[in-house]
């Protein structure tokens, strides 16, 4: 076991019968991870976030809010905006080669996107996931032990394409209601779901079966109360097809 940036690390079999000894995996296959791209300053997402709530009741699929800041300058500084999520919705359009950067929008398995509000395209989205192709086809799992959250990812499965991504979890808060004083929604309040607080990258996935342990107190602050990790195709700067990912309640 070695640990890298805060991190501990089990590969091969030692590792493997290390971690069912002390560890249940219940592994998680859900069909799919949907990211929302939203804003507090933004009239449009509000049914786009009750739409992620809803879908956040599904364990079949990994609903994530991804509050972005690039319209604070419109008259309120969106109070859970993080500039790393409007980065990664730039990523996103850089992959696909387009220049569609709106809220809300959503993007399901780290390729389909999509106006955020339009609950029947992300349904379809959603059911059109084909795993031969790799696509949320490796089993992720993740459970709490004691002070640490333990991560595996299983190897990839026989003539899959997919043999390499990168490992990240999640901080998450499951709902954050905001009263929100200025701007387009003046007035209102709104309740965000499973909020990103934090994104860790946990390492690097290699086809091989794979486990790590992370540290809870660098997943757990104020208001976290769930983890999320997905294993996807690309890097941070290049993301692609989600390969598998798996979410856990933290209290």
Known sequence: MSGVGGFSRWSGALGLCVAVATVDFAVAEPRAVVELFTSQGCSSCPP????????????????LSLPIDYWDYLGWKDTLADARFSARQRAYSQVRGDRDVFTPQVVVNGSTHLVGSN????????????????????????????????????????????????????????????????????????????????????????????????????????????AAVYVQNGSRDKPGAMLGAAFTSLN
């Open 119 to 226: 609950r029947a395209g992300i349904d379809s989205a959603i059911k059109t996931v084909d795993k031969t192709s790799g696509v949320m086809a490796v089993p992720v799992s993740l459970a709490v032990e004691g002070k640490e959250i333990k991560v595996s990812v299983a190897a990839a499965p026989p003539g899959d394409p997919a043999k390499q991504g990168e490992v990240w979890i999640c901080a998450v808060s499951k709902a954050v209601p905001i009263e929100i004083g200025r701007g387009e929604n003046r007035g209102r309040q709104v309740v965000y779901h499973n909020v990103v607080r934090n994104l860790l990258k946990v390492g690097d996935w290699t086809g091989a079966a794979e486990h790590w342990s992370v540290p809870l107190e660098n997943v757990v602050a104020d208001g976290v109360d769930a």
């Open 48 to 63: 786009a976030d009750k739409i992620i709530g809803e879908l956040a009741r599904d364990p079949a699929v990994i609903a």
